[in-house]
């Protein structure tokens, strides 16, 4: 339990900071990054599965 609110803490000062940095509150900052970065970083992540798949099935086919 304390390590997890250890690392909950270390988010939300990084949070802040990041804010601070940005000329941002916490808040706009916390929401950029779970309604604009995460979805982002999702969608790129299964872009490069479905590459992977692709390229996966190709080298199947030439053996």
């Known amino acids: 339990m304390e390590i997890g609110i250890a690392i909950y803490a270390a988010c939300v000062d990084f949070m802040i900071r990041a804010a601070a940095l940005a000329g941002a509150t916490y808040r706009d900052a916390n929401a950029f990054m779970f309604f604009v970065l995460w979805p982002a970083v999702t969608v790129v992540l299964v872009a490069i599965v479905a590459w992977q798949a692709v390229v996966l099935r190709r ?4 053996r």
């Open 59 to 62: 080298l199947g086919r030439r």
